[in-house]
């Protein structure tokens, strides 16, 4: 069943650019998983590991201005993507270092912190950054000799990056690994007690949350061939927390639909409303009022109490059928 | 396979051990002008039944604190086979042989009591760092942590999550994680408490059934209930060790009907 759906989503999401008329909805799909991969970077540290971050865009922008500058700087594409995603691991080290003296709110503060550190950088720092103007590139890369150029194959590249991740990160959740994180971000004192080295964890957790951000990042930097520090604003950082907040904090799916619901809201609903920022609030606040675990677990938990009234009452009954008092 | 050739290990450096499974020496600790533990001396030997008892604020919780690393003393040891491990990282100290359950319970509350005490395994297993393979995949671990639940009675509601489980049954689970973890030496802060009076005896059983080559230091608040389990039993009072001896001695003791009767 589940592998069936699993298969399923996969050809909906491959046959995208097929059934959707229009290159602006393949880019709009492209920018739904470039931020999913994003969010669920984000996710790794604040949904498993407990760690709520308003400082990823930081990391997200250093990923995006080191690609840029390499090739500006007349780098291959190899060169640039794989020191965009050793800056990334090497900037989310540094922070990590810095953040982790806290939890908690002290943590939430010194990411804030961090991030606005690199937006200065990209705002002020003109000789590197070019500031306000940012910094264009003019191609993408060409993967086993694939130019991706056209809407439809940046959609695909983007789609396998995304698949990689989403399965990556469903390895690590389900892993032993992924379950001390886990229990850091429920008992540290315990698990500390247990055996477990929580700073390490962290640490850990915190790095993969930093290589998911860097890869998004430059994915940022080829689908808009230009950065400036717009995609390193706290405004950015504060989108990517509430992705994961809205879709499900600490579920595999909930990011990515957090992540769809931010980019439709962006794209598709400022076309019609100018105040698009308005309802966005409006439909964080209805998810927090009626749905404060997010979307997804929100949404399976009425599912289960809808199948469970409209099953006759024997079936309901039997073992496992039975809701939790 | 795994545990049995730790325990093996363990069993030969016991056998090489002359003295106290655990040692506490001139064990000082204050909070700003608070002392809250005096210049504490504490002894247990190898395979002891120990009972610290003392009033509210007596200091018993802070001392194991102190024992697991969780607190650093400002001053004195605490050393365990023969080891001193003062400035021994807590987390280390778990390896070590220290187990410990807490006053308050201090469990995973979204998991199953199998995940909780596969966690309490996993602590001791270098597996932790895997991020490769599945967990649910680990038979060997899952198990053990299953043989860990029988051992106190749980087996049967092995899948069922923490938060649906009794109060009674929670304190069995932290019994069964630190005993999961093969001490060497178990500490056990008031595992009674809370308690109706057949989820005691059930625990009491539990309690007096752990194997002989673990040392167990028990925390109680209430006398009657730990009284029968006890080899010796030290009693704690402002943080200073008052009374100190044989079941006996202690219940004795003018200075333990002080204290505990107003007299």
Redesign the interface.
């Known amino acids: 069943m589940s592998r069936l759906a699993l298969a399923l989503g996969v050809v909906i999401l491959a046959t995208v650019p097929l059934w959707v008329s229009g290159t602006f909805y393949v880019n709009i799909a492209s920018q739904i998983l470039l931020y999913a991969i994003f969010a669920l970077g984000v996710n790794v540290l604040t949904g498993y590991a407990g760690l709520a971050t308003l400082g990823h865009a930081g990391l997200f922008g250093i990923a995006a201005y080191t690609a840029a500058k390499l090739l500006t700087a007349g780098y291959a594409h190899t060169v640039a993507v794989l020191g965009a995603l050793a800056m990334t691991l090497i900037a989310g080290a540094l922070f990590a270092i810095l953040a982790l003296r806290g939890t908690g709110l002290g943590f939430v503060m010194i990411t804030v912190a961090l991030g606005q550190i690199v937006w200065g950088v990209a705002y002020r720092w003109l000789s590197i950054t070019n500031g306000d103007n940012g910094i264009s590139v003019t191609t993408r890369p060409t993967p086993f000799g694939l130019s991706l150029a056209t809407p439809p194959r940046f959609y695909w590249a983007t789609l396998v990056l995304f698949l990689a991740v989403v399965a990556v990160t469903a390895?690590?959740v389900?892993?032993?690994?992924?379950?001390?994180v886990r229990?850091t971000r429920?008992?540290p004192?315990?698990?500390?007690?247990?055996?477990?080295?929580?700073w390490m964890i962290r640490f850990l957790a915190f790095l993969l949350s930093a290589i998911w951000t860097g890869v998004a990042g430059v994915l940022y930097l080829y689908y808009n061939q230009f950065v400036s520090p717009q995609a390193v604003a706290l405004t950015a950082s504060a989108e990517a927390l509430l992705m994961v907040i809205a879709g499900g904090s600490g579920t595999l799916l909930g990011p990515v639909v957090g992540a769809a619901l931010v980019v439709v809201m962006k794209n598709v609903a400022s076309g019609y409303i100018e105040r698009w920022n308005f309802l966005l609030g409006a439909i964080f606040v209805a998810i927090v009022v009626f749905m404060p675990e997010g979307l997804v677990p929100g949404a399976a938990r009425l599912w289960r109490r809808a199948t469970v009234a409209w099953t006759p009452r024997a079936a309901v009954a039997a073992p496992g059928g039975r809701p939790?008092? | 396979m795994d545990a049995q050739g730790r325990g093996g290990r363990a069993g030969r450096a016991a056998g090489a051990v002359s003295g106290p499974a655990l040692a506490v020496r001139g064990l000082t600790k204050s909070f700003g002008g608070l002392l809250v533990t005096a210049r504490v001396d504490l002894a247990v030997e190898e395979g002891e039944r120990r009972l610290i008892i003392g009033p509210n604020g007596a200091g018993k919780t802070t001392l194991f604190n102190l024992v697991?690393g969780?607190l650093r003393p400002d001053e004195g040891t605490v050393t365990l086979l023969g080891r001193d491990i003062t400035r021994v990282p807590?987390?280390?100290r778990?390896?070590l042989g220290i187990?410990?359950t807490?006053q308050i319970i201090?469990?995973?509350?979204?998991?199953t009591l199998l995940?909780n005490v596969?966690?309490?395994l996993?602590?001791?297993?270098p597996?932790?760092?895997?991020?490769?393979?599945?967990?649910?995949r680990?038979g060997a671990l899952i198990a053990r942590a299953r043989e860990a639940l029988a051992r106190v009675g749980l087996e049967h509601l092995a899948e069922r999550?923490l938060a649906?489980t009794s109060y009674g049954e929670r304190r069995r689970v932290e019994i069964a994680?630190a005993l999961a973890?093969n001490p060497r030496v178990l500490l056990l802060d008031e595992p009674f408490a809370g308690l109706s009076i057949e989820e005691r005896r059930d625990v009491l059983h539990l309690v007096t059934r752990i194997p002989r080559n673990v040392t167990v230091v028990m925390i109680e608040h209430d006398m009657d209930v730990a009284l029968d389990f006890a080899e010796r039993i030290t009693v704690l009072h402002f943080g200073h060790v008052v009374v100190e001896g044989t079941r006996g001695e202690v219940v004795a003791h003018p200075r333990t009907r002080e204290i505990y009767l107003g007299e």
């Not at chain 2, 201090?106 to 998991?111: E, G, K």
């Open positions: 390895m690590f389900a892993s032993p690994f992924g379950a001390s229990g429920d008992q004192r315990r698990m500390n007690a247990l055996g477990y080295h929580v939790a008092p | 697991t969780e807590g987390r280390r778990a390896h187990s410990r807490y201090t469990l995973f509350p979204r998991d995940r596969t966690l309490s996993l602590g001791r297993s597996l932790r760092w895997n991020p490769l393979v599945r967990l649910e680990q999550p649906q994680m973890q």
